[in-house]
């Protein structure tokens, strides 16, 4: 065994030049090739929240233009899906699904007003989704967001809890 400045130099030499610690990785590969693994027990499984042309939005380039309190409409899911964008401007761990609680029509957000209107009996909702106006009784349904290496990320099921509780 070498010690001193020769064991320094030593050791210096047998490891990598650059750190791996500053590296990118991919952390949802090994979740997606082995679901069975303790480790992804519970794993989500996103899909990516895409743009109005169909790209995927990274949070850094959504929040740059982004607006607290105005909701972002994306694609990703089956249905529309509109993000939720909080002071800081930060993005919240979940999203408003537009299907109204009534009769399942989809809401629309109303900038000039300032919230979501449910074209088929006139239930508004706050931009987060809570009811503020019947005949709709329940809030607008949520859906859980991911933000994972920059990419938005949509997992179609409700957060744990309701944070607009």
């Known amino acids: 065994m070498v010690f001193g400045t020769a064991g320094t130099v030593a050791l210096g030499w047998m490891l990598p030049e650059k750190s791996l610690s500053h590296e990118r990785r991919n952390t949802t590969t090994p979740c997606t090739q082995n679901r069975n693994s303790e480790a992804c027990q519970n794993y989500l499984r996103g899909v990516p929240a895409l ?3 169909g ?3 990274q949070e850094s380039t ?3 233009s982004a607006v607290a309190g105005r909701p972002v409409l994306v ?3 089956p249905r529309p899906t509109y993000l939720v964008v909080n002071d800081g401007p930060k993005l919240a761990g979940y999203a408003i699904n537009p299907s109204c609680p009534h009769h399942k029509c989809t809401v629309e957000w109303k900038t ?3 919230v979501f209107v449910c074209p088929c009996h006139g239930a508004t909702f706050d931009a987060q989704g809570k009811v503020t106006k019947g005949p709709a009784r329940r809030n607008l349904p949520l859906i859980t967001v991911l933000v994972q290496e920059d990419d938005v990320l949509l997992v179609d099921r ?3 809890t309701d944070p607009r509780r």
């Open 51 to 53: 743009d109005s042309n």
């Open 55 to 57: 790209k995927h939005l």
């Open 62 to 64: 959504l929040l740059a």
């Open 75 to 77: 694609q990703g899911l």
């Open 112 to 114: 000039e007003k300032n």
């Open 158 to 160: 409700a957060p744990a």
